[in-house]
């Protein structure tokens, strides 16, 4: 996507969410990139609605990922900005939830850094005076793909 785009508040951020969940298929790893309160959960929350999920969607910040199953997607929320331990990532397992089944949606990439695929999609939110202000890069041809249905 070329142009950012403003979102203004909550209700809009969820509103994005919701129709990045149509363009998603399986086998994609998303970067979730910006500050602390910057809407990466609320957004990931907006795609979890679209995606028809009905649940309560918590902040992965203790538990370091959330799971979530919806038809035959596996959808999963991490949050690694508490993450310090590469040995944490083998013991985890979480190599193995970056599959051909998986939605992997990622805030604080940053913390994980080499460890992760290489992003297919990464989303980058600004806090300008009003809103947020959003960007969608595409790192790979599915992300590009995801993009096309946009
Ligand atoms: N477009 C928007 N404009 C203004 N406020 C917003 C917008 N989107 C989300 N918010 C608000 O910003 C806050 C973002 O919280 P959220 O937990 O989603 O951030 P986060 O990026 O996941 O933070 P953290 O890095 O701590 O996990 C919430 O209070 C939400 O209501
Ligand atoms: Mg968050």
């Known amino acids: 996507m070329d142009r950012p785009l403003n979102i203004a508040n909550e209700a809009e951020m969820l509103a994005f969410g919701s129709k990045l969940a149509a363009t998603l298929c399986p086998n ?23 995606l028809g999920y009905k649940g309560v969607v918590k902040s992965p910040t203790y538990n370091l ?32 939830y970056f599959n051909c089944d998986s939605v992997c949606l990622v805030e604080w990439p940053e913390k994980a850094n080499g460890l992760l695929p290489t992003a297919d999609l990464q989303i980058t939110i600004d806090i300008p005076e009003s809103g947020r202000e959003i960007n969608v890069h595409a790192g790979t041809e599915a992300g590009k793909k995801c993009l096309t249905h946009w």
């Open 65 to 96: 990922v959330e799971i979530y199953k919806i038809s035959r997607l596996y959808l999963y929320h991490f949050d690694f900005y508490r993450f310090n331990d590469p040995i944490e990532w083998e013991e985890a397992g979480f190599r193995d």
């Open 28 to 50: 994609l790893t998303i970067y979730l990139i910006g500050d602390l309160g910057s809407g990466k959960t609320t957004l990931v929350r907006g795609i979890l609605h679209g």
